[in-house]
């Protein structure tokens, strides 16, 4: 009996690879990395892409097609998808393209915080913040110009939405950085006290 399975974007990964054809997990990691796919897929940790299988064996949704012996390599054993994974790979791609879900990066909640620094403290921190995104996007482009010649767009979208969202970042945070450089934005201990919402009972 199948039983229910937390997707994740590393098992809808592992899920699609199987599509494709029966592999082993270091071929799965290998095609993640050499596609482009690592700057959305966290494959960074084999182990976490080792758990992720084993979850989906239990699961059901993946099987052991055969353990492929080489003494050149150690012991490796080979996956393939059943019939209930190909449903769940659709279900989840539905799923994923059409429902905005929370997610809670380390980003919005930084933000949500802000006075914990100083004004000055914050708009420098936004500021090392601002070259860092600068940097990221132009390294994305010089990387995208080398691998993506004749590639047809199908198979960049994933650039394409990260450019995207770290552009409208970029000018967001540059804007809350002259915002605080001006003074339009800005606390201290004594505002805080006097403007925090007050507390419900």
């Not at 940097?135 to 482009?141: G, H, K, P, R, S």
């Not at 540059?174 to 007050?198: C, F, H, K, V, Y």
């Amino acid at each position: 009996m199948t039983r229910t399975f937390q997707r994740s974007p590393v098992a809808l990964a592992v899920l699609a690879l199987l599509f494709e054809e029966p592999m082993h997990p270091y071929r799965m990691q290998q095609l993640i990395k050499e596609r482009g796919k690592d700057q959305v897929i966290n494959v960074q940790r084999r182990a976490s892409l080792y758990q992720t299988i084993g979850q989906l064996l239990k699961a059901g949704l993946i099987s052991v097609r055969e353990t492929a012996r080489d003494e050149r390599f150690p012991e490796r054993t080979i996956y393939q998808l059943t019939s209930q994974g190909r449903r769940a790979a659709t279900e989840w791609m539905r799923e994923m393209l059409s429902t905005p879900t929370p997610e809670f990066p380390e980003f919005p909640a930084a933000i949500s915080l802000l006075p914990l620094l100083t004004p000055e403290d914050a708009a420098h921190q936004l500021e090392l913040r601002e070259a860092r995104l600068a940097a990221q996007i132009a390294a994305m482009d010089e990387a995208v110009e080398k691998y993506a010649q004749g590639l047809p767009r199908l198979f960049l979208l994933e650039e394409e939405y990260i450019r995207a969202v770290l552009e409208t970042e970029l000018k967001w945070v540059r804007g809350l950085i002259a915002d605080l450089r001006s003074g339009e934005i800005t606390w201290s201990e004594e505002w805080m006290r006097a403007n925090m919402p007050p507390q419900e009972d």
